[in-house]
């Protein structure tokens, strides 16, 4: 099926989460009676042209070569395939207003609401253009498991602290249940088979030394349009490392190589308008998927809807400076305090009994069942 097909055959069960701050909404329905997530984002609005057109035409992957990334993502793809230097016009920043898919020249439709003094409220309809002004980014998940569902349903979140026992005794267990090869298809797809091919914005792969390369390409979180909302991932070739958890410090060298390669490389990828100092590199604990993976984030991201912001994030500078830290155990040995959702699988096969207890030991006793009440 084509992402069109799904939407048309979609019958709506319920909503699962809408965010006005982030202009998202998660359905829950039913595509040829197999559960589907639909998510519908609203893109953000031009002030940058050069930005949408670097989306149009992906830069020119570099394959088996950091050595001068910058020189090498100075060339981009086009449309049919060939490559294109780009030009020193596509390099500078050009005035936001003067596109017509802009909100100053792009206004096909205002209906004024109101003026106060010096305030003045109207609504407006803006020009739209697939390529040049697309209205939303929408996505399917299909079939969406009961994990996928979970992940996506509106919870109450907890504060945990899990502690080297817990992680032993209740997370390893899980991690390695949900470290079939079933479960993490969709990233051995991207490292072995080509899928996203055409995606890939930087490729680190020596046969001799496979462990140590890694894939980076565009989150499927983000729009591909919009710069301050740029969402990458980087899928590593090496699969002994499943999660932050298993950090040592043998891999600190490695891990510093990573993380400046990634620094490097992007902003030139995306003609220098995102400097590194810009860009928030970070893995999840608990993650989605346990095969070792990281994220980057333009700073100015809104809102990362359960991850950043919900304390899932470990920036990748601390999780490396502290391996000077944590003894030849690495972060097997920390306690690593996150965030964690009612829904999560984890909360119900341990980590609830768990916070309960931690909150006992010190003193804290559970809130009375009717508060406020007034008599
Ligand atoms: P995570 O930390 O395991 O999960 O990150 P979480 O962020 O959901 O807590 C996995 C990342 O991979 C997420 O940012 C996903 O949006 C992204 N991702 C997931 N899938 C299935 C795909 C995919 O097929 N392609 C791409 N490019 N990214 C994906």
New binding site residues.
């Given amino acids: 099926y084509t992402l069109r097909d799904l939407l048309q055959k979609f019958e709506f069960i319920r909503n699962l989460d809408s965010n006005p701050e982030t202009k998202i909404v998660s359905l829950l329905g039913t595509i040829d009676s197999r559960d589907a997530i639909l998510t519908a984002e609203k893109t953000h609005f031009i002030h940058n042209d050069t930005i949408r057109r670097q989306s149009i035409h992906p830069p020119l992957m570099t394959i088996n070569s950091y050595k001068d990334p910058k020189k090498e993502c100075h060339f981009f793809k086009t449309n049919d395939n060939k490559v294109k230097p780009v030009s020193d016009d596509e390099l500078g920043m050009r005035d936001p207003c003067a596109s017509e898919f802009s909100f100053v020249k792009g206004v096909v439709e205002l209906k004024e609401l109101t003026s106060n003094d010096n305030f003045h409220w109207a609504l407006a309809v803006l020009r739209e253009h697939i390529d040049e002004n697309p209205t939303a980014k929408i996505s399917v998940i299909w079939p969406a498991t009961d994990v996928h569902i979970r ?1 996506y349903d509106q919870q109450k979140l907890h504060i945990v602290k899990e502690t080297p026992e817990m992680y032993q005794k209740i997370v390893k267990p899980f991690i390695n249940e949900m470290s079939t090869f079933k479960k993490l298809e ?1 990233v051995y797809k ?1 490292l072995y088979e080509n ?2 091919q055409g ?1 890939i914005i930087y490729k680190h792969y020596n046969e001799l030394n496979a462990n140590d390369g890694f894939i980076l ?5 983000w729009d591909g349009e919009t710069l301050e909302s740029l ?1 990458l ?1 980087a899928l590593m070739y090496r699969n002994d490392i499943k999660s932050i958890r298993d950090f040592r410090p043998q891999h600190k060298d490695w891990l510093i190589k990573i993380n400046s390669l990634l620094k490097s490389v992007i902003p030139p990828c995306y003609n220098y308008a995102i400097r590194a100092d810009e860009l928030r590199i970070f ?2 604990y ?5 095969h070792l ?1 990281v ?1 980057v984030v333009h700073i100015k991201h809104p809102g990362l809807s ?2 950043l912001h919900d304390g ?1 994030a470990i920036q990748i500078d601390d999780a490396i400076e502290y391996l000077d830290f944590l003894g030849s155990d690495g972060w097997n040995a920390a306690s690593i305090t996150y965030t964690i959702g009612e829904n999560h699988p984890l909360w119900g096969r341990g980590l609830k009994d768990e916070v309960q207890k931690q909150l006992k030991e010190v003193n804290i006793n559970e809130p009375p069942k009717v508060i406020n009440s007034i008599k």
């Fill in positions: 992940r969709w991207i899928s996203e995606r390409l565009p989150d499927t979180r969402y991932v893995i999840h608990q993650p989605s998927y346990y993976h994220h359960g991850g899932k």
